[in-house]
């Protein structure tokens, strides 16, 4: 019984090879062999690519390029500019043209109504906050150097200023007569440490480049940065007073360059548009 089976085996084995199973065994994906493309595929890949259709400005009205959402738009005319540098003819570049001056109308009227709005929605833009004119400028100036003054000297006895120096630091030198300028003119205390002398307390507050002033609130450990190289004096009551508005809770980050006086205008982040509020 078992020769007869293994003869089975044997003579369905021969049939197999005979069938040609193994005869291509050695060749295919396993042995780095790519599939030959087949003929049909690639000649209508070929013929599709040549019959693809260039886009012409015959195929719409006005109204219907007018109407275009953006990014057709967009497609469109980048079609027809490629249009015209493949064939440069008078017909193919005059409609790239043509379609690029209803993109430039399309521009102007929006430019229009958003003047429109500006004027009917007054709300919308930062005039009031940031005017133009010559006298409108000047009294906004005026209006920031009175509100940092009135908060420089309100605060002057609860924050301190502490001023890190070194003895060889040329910048410190330049900056030691700007200091001396700022606490007669606001009154605040300035406290000078020479890091040198008080590596330890330079690192305490992250100090490692010369001149450096710190923010601190008199009683607590918070604290700012100021400044970290030489700066002004307005740049230090500047930033002086935001960062005693920031410690005071007065203002967050996102409004740190908010005054008082533009509170609820176009550059109050906070404040909604009238409009949106009424929906």
């Known amino acids: 019984m078992r020769l007869v089976i293994a003869a ?12 040609g199973y193994y005869s291509d065994s050695g060749t295919g994906w396993w042995w780095y062999q790519k599939e030959p493309e087949k003929k049909e ?3 209508k890949s070929s013929k599709k690519a040549k019959a693809k259709k260039m886009p012409a400005l015959s195929d719409y009205s006005y109204d219907e390029i007018w109407n275009m959402h953006p990014d ?13 540098v493949q064939n440069p003819s008078e017909e193919n570049v005059k409609d790239y043209y043509e379609v690029q001056e209803i ?3 399309k521009a102007l009227a929006f430019t229009n109504v958003a003047q429109y709005v500006w004027q009917k929605y007054p709300d919308l833009t930062t005039a009031k906050d940031y005017p133009i004119a010559t006298p409108g400028n000047l009294s906004r100036v005026n209006q920031i150097q009175e509100e940092k003054n009135r908060k420089l000297r309100d605060n002057r006895e609860e924050f301190a200023l502490i001023y890190f120096y070194k003895s060889d630091c040329g910048y410190c030198q330049q900056q030691q007569p700007i200091i001396d300028w700022f606490t007669n003119s606001t009154g ?10 008080s590596p330890g307390l330079a690192g305490r507050f992250g100090v490692e480049i010369t001149p450096t002033m710190i923010l601190i ?11 970290s190289g030489l700066i002004t004096a ?3 009551e500047d930033k002086t007073y935001r960062a005693v508005r920031l410690l005071k809770g007065e203002i967050t980050p996102e409004e740190f360059s908010l005054y008082d006086f533009q509170k609820g205008g176009g550059f109050d982040v906070r404040k909604r548009p009238s409009n949106l509020d009424r929906q």
């Open 41 to 43: 595929e690639k000649e």
């Open 103 to 105: 993109a430039r109308k």
């Open 188 to 197: 605040w205390q300035v406290k000078r440490i020479n890091i040198e002398e």
């Open 8 to 19: 089975l085996l044997l003579v369905s084995v021969s049939a197999t090879a005979g069938a």
């Open 72 to 84: 057709d738009f967009e497609k469109f005319a980048e079609g027809l500019k490629r249009k015209a």
């Open 217 to 227: 609130q008199k009683g607590n450990w918070n604290s700012f940065p100021v400044s």
């Open 234 to 236: 307005e740049e230090i």
